[in-house]
């Protein structure tokens, strides 16, 4: 295709427009190395993938003799999957009897509680029942005044009549017998009147005894519920104790040799569950690399020794810390993995080498960069010329 475009060129302006290629290339090559944008990578000494783990020790909570286990070394387990159990058919009978206690607790409460209610509202009853035969004695006690006040008004009329002989004998004794029967009705309504008050009194003193006892009686079941329900909660706690779940989800990196019937005591080590957790890349730079041009948020990628790149692609990264010192001649950066090749297997350990975005230049800087580096390499591998005799002579009789 070039030869051919050449050929057109020379037959169709001739030799003279030939020199226009390599100016028009030189032209592309100079817009490129003045205005391209290229990333530029700092490289790491050396790094290697790192699994965060937790560690959950699996002990035995309490003494028991062992009944059942599901301990196997390496085997996967789930947070809450049942790893072993320890006898407890005892704690299993006095669980069952607390319940069955409080079952029979919560009637008996109920019926004090209606029974209080229903004396609650009798004494109420009793007290407007007493009400009302204190009104109704009362008004007997006001006929009874008003009888006798006008039989007494009858005796004094009668009693001048009497005086004069103006009624007979018969009807003086018929005045005086009506006075008397008239003040013993108003005693006998006073006394009545009395009466209803003492019993009404008795009434309501008694019901409020009962509505008290029957508040004691409560107060008794509510105590019993509650400490019912403590035991039962108690020996529920006790009872998972001796069925031990595994804490998270992970692998029995560790188990006890001990077998079913064994009899054990609290604190022996069973299993140990070793959880997994988040994948990151640990990689060490250079101080005069890292120092001032790493920087969180940066974006990287990493080549796995053992997994050619081209074949199974890079780990997809991003800078989430540095640190401000350097520890054995390397500067630390941790790394958070954004994107696993597919085909990788995720094993702590890792190795390979991190490749840190640093920032973006033209290929004009990256040269100007490189002359001035190379320059000053020079100077500073240039050892410092030698002092004169008349210097060193000079510096002894200043000193």
């Known amino acids: 295709m070039f030869p051919r475009t050449v050929r057109a060129l020379l037959r169709g302006r001739g030799r003279s427009a030939l020199w226009l290629l390599p100016v028009g290339l030189f032209a592309v090559w100079g817009v490129w190395f003045l205005r391209a944008s290229i990333t530029v990578y700092e490289p790491s000494v050396q790094a290697r993938l790192e699994v965060h783990r937790e560690v959950y020790a699996v002990d035995a909570p309490v003494d028991g003799r062992l009944v059942k286990t599901r301990v196997e070394l390496h085997r996967q387990v789930r947070a809450g ?43 109420v009853a009793q007290q407007e029942r007493g009400a009302a035969g204190v009104e109704e004695a009362k008004a007997r006690l006001v006929e009874a005044e008003a009888l006798a006040r006008r039989a007494l008004e009858e005796k004094s009329s009668a009693e001048q009549l009497h005086s004069r002989q103006l009624i007979s004998e018969s009807e003086w004794s018929r005045v005086r017998t009506e006075l008397e029967r008239a003040q013993a009705s108003e005693q006998a309504s006073r006394a009545a009147l009395a009466r209803v008050k003492m019993d009404g009194t008795m009434l309501a003193t008694e019901r409020r005894i009962r509505a008290a006892a029957l508040r004691r009686d409560i107060a008794e079941l509510e105590a019993a519920e509650s400490v019912a329900q403590a035991s039962v909660e108690r020996l529920r706690e006790e009872l998972e104790r001796r069925v031990v779940k595994a804490p998270a989800d992970g692998i029995l990196g560790e188990t006890s040799p001990v077998r079913v019937g064994t009899q054990v005591r609290a604190g022996d080590r069973m299993a140990t569950v070793v959880a997994g957790g988040d994948v990151r890349i640990v990689a060490q730079l250079s101080p005069a690399t890292a120092l001032g041009r790493v920087r969180a948020g940066q974006t990287a990628r990493m080549k796995l020794e053992g997994f050619a790149w081209t074949e199974f692609g890079m780990v997809r990264a991003t800078v989430v810390a ?78």
């Open 81 to 123: 999957e049942v790893l072993f159990e320890l006898a407890h058919e005892q704690e299993a009978r006095q669980l069952a009897e607390a319940e069955a206690q409080l079952r029979g607790l919560g009637p008996q409460l109920a019926a004090a509680r209606a029974e209080l209610e229903v004396e609650q509202g009798a004494l």
């Open 322 to 399: 540095v640190a401000s010192e350097a520890r054995d001649g390397l500067v630390r950066v941790e790394l958070s993995v954004d994107e696993m090749p597919v085909g990788i297997p995720l094993e702590h350990g890792l190795p390979g080498t991190v490749d840190i975005a640093v920032e973006d230049s033209t290929p004009l800087r990256l040269v100007l960069r490189s002359l001035g580096r190379g320059l000053e390499a020079p100077a500073r591998s240039r050892p410092l010329p030698p002092r004169s005799s008349g210097d060193l002579e000079m510096s002894r009789g200043g000193s």
